[in-house]
């Protein structure tokens, strides 16, 4: 789940950094609460998955980006992420996900979105808060 922040200015340097600060301080709190909530629903096993949420937070001259990662960005983590919410089935040819120790096993997992419920129940949320800061901080400055 990605939060954009596009403020009205053409660069973010445009705002003082009293605003700029307020802004990064309120998406930093969205995301870190989503990064909360995802590990709540994420589904209970080894852990693994758990501990692999985590926020990722980026910055240009026109934006801020925060985002829930459910994985780290190593392959074995992504495809255990994907399969655990969008879920997997047998079939599908050669790249279909099999344990090695049971080669019946077809590897078939149901969905657990927990991603995607953490975007259904923070999203509005998360994007109002965001643009009440945005805005504020345009009307502290008076280009509002």
Known sequence: MKVVVKPLLKSLKDLPRAQRK?????????????????????????????SGIHAKFERSKTSFRGSIEAAPSDRESQIKALSVEFGRTGSGGSRQIRDANNPSDKGKTDPNPFIRRTQDILGKKMKGRINRAINKAVKEVGFK
Do not use: M, W
Request: net charge positive; charged share 30%; proline share 3%.
């Open 22 to 50: 307020h802004i990064g301080d309120t998406l930093r709190k969205s995301v870190f609460e989503g990064v909360r909530l995802a590990k709540v629903l994420a589904p209970d096993g080894n852990g693994d998955l758990k």
